[in-house]
Structures are given as C-alpha cells and as structure tokens.
C-alpha cells in the first residue's frame, strides 16, 4: 500500500483515496492527471474492489498502454494485466485466493468498444464475432471501388473527403439509411448512395471501420436494454483519462 502513495502530493493521495462517487481532476498537461489514475486503479484493486469492475478509458493506444504498465508495477504481487492474475517474483501462478477472475477493463475508447463488440455483435445481422476491423487503406480502396460501381467520377469528388464525411456521419451515428432519407443538397446526394454502398460492402465483407466500433456498440445499449444494464452492472468504477 505504501508503494501506491509514493511520489503523490496531498491532492493526488486525495484523489486516489477517493473511490465512491464522482471525482473530477483539473490540472495542466504534465502536472500528473494519469499518475493519480493509474494510482487510484491500483488502490482500488489492494482495497478488494473486483478487477473487472474498474473500467478505465483512454484516447491513444499509448496513453492505454503506459496505465497498463504503471497498474501492473504498482499491483502488490506484479499483477499481470494479460492474465489477469497475480504472479509472485519467481513468475509463478500465485495462490488461488490471490487470483484474479479477470482484468481491469484497460484501453482506448475504440478498444474496450471493439472487445464489447466481440462479445455481442451477434445481435447485430450480418456480423459474425470473427469480423475484421478496416484500416484506412482498406476503407479508401472500397471507397473507391464502391464509387466506380456507381460511375462516380474519383477525380471530380475526392474519395478521401468522401471516407471524411462518411466518418463525421458515424461519429453522429447517422447510418446510412437515415443519411439517405435525409439527403437534399448536391453533395449529400454524391455521397449517400456511397455511404450506403460502402456500408453494404462493409457488411457483406464481415468487416467494420474504425468508426463503426463506437457507432454499433451505441446502437447493441440503445436496442438490448438488457445488454446496457449487464455492462452498468459490471462496470462500477469508470475512469476517463483527459476526458474531450
């Protein structure tokens, strides 16, 4: 416990004792913010609140990255957020009443919604949970397939901004049929019916966008309220790491 307050001034140890309830932390960039997080995720865990209730989110893979590695140092027994299991300095399983079920839930946005959906995106027709996730070459290529199936000049609409304004859509989360029906002004009409075409192939290739990680894992909590509860049930602690 001792190694958990260790280079924290008297705010952060206040912060981090701080477990029920709201706490918001204002502080300039470096002052700090993700130590007390991270702190607080590994106070939380010696204090006996279950791992898998503590939902900590992030905006960068790195900033995700370094809290994982931070937590694991500050565990008491090198907790290892892989296995989520405690291991002793031999870097053996340790005793079965010092395990843990699972794993805080660490990560980007994009990410704790990509695991989310691996788990539900069944309900969700045509998915399979063995779907693929599109980097942008791979969207900018069925963006402009999608558009020489439509007879869409490339040259005369730019298919970079047309993934632009597909994307701004999603983060919306305006689907492509609502965009379709909605659709009056010249360029809303160009993109509409490659919004659509590109979502289709999307679907027919078992394959989501980055964008689509946050849109459907909105849409499983709006339709399944059932699902919505069973992760307001599971997740009793949320952290949020310069929250924008």
């Given at each position: 416990m001792e190694n958990i307050f260790k280079d924290l001034n008297n705010k952060q140890i206040e912060a981090v004792r701080a477990t029920e309830g709201p706490v918001l932390i204002l502080a300039g960039a470096g002052s700090g913010k993700t130590r007390a997080l991270t702190h607080r995720i590994a106070y939380m865990i010696a204090n006996g609140i279950p791992p898998q209730n503590i939902l900590s989110v992030t905006f960068t893979n790195k900033a995700a990255g370094e809290i994982k590695d931070r937590v694991q140092k500050l565990v008491t027994g090198n907790w290892s957020p892989v296995t989520g299991k405690i291991e002793n300095s031999l870097?053996?399983?340790?005793?079965?009443?010092?395990?843990?079920?699972t794993s805080p839930?660490?990560?980007?946005?994009?990410?704790?919604?990509?695991?989310i959906l691996r788990h539900e995106?069944?309900?969700?027709?045509?998915?399979?949970?063995?779907?693929?996730?599109?980097?942008e070459d791979d969207q900018l290529g069925l963006i402009k397939k999608v558009m020489a199936d439509l007879d869409i000049n490339?040259?005369?609409?730019?298919?970079?901004?047309?993934?632009?304004?597909?994307?701004a859509l999603k983060n919306e989360l305006v689907g492509y049929e609502k965009f379709a029906d909605s659709a009056t002004e010249y360029?809303?009409?160009?993109?509409?019916?490659?919004?659509?075409?590109?979502?289709?192939?999307?679907?027919?290739?078992n394959a989501l966008d980055?964008?689509?990680?946050?849109?459907l894992c909105v849409r499983i909590f709006q339709k399944y309220?059932?699902?919505?509860?069973?992760?307001?049930?599971?997740f009793r602690y949320i952290l949020i790491d310069e929250y924008q």
């Open positions: 870097n053996q399983p340790a005793t079965s009443n010092q395990q843990l079920t839930w660490l990560g980007t946005f994009h990410s704790i919604c990509l695991r995106v069944l309900a969700i027709v045509p998915y399979s949970s063995n779907f693929v996730v599109y980097d490339t040259k005369k609409f730019n298919p970079k901004n047309i993934l632009g304004r597909i994307s360029y809303e009409k160009i993109v509409a019916p490659i919004y659509t075409g590109y979502q289709e192939a999307l679907e027919q290739n980055f964008d689509d990680l946050i849109m309220p059932k699902t919505l509860e069973k992760y307001q049930n599971l």
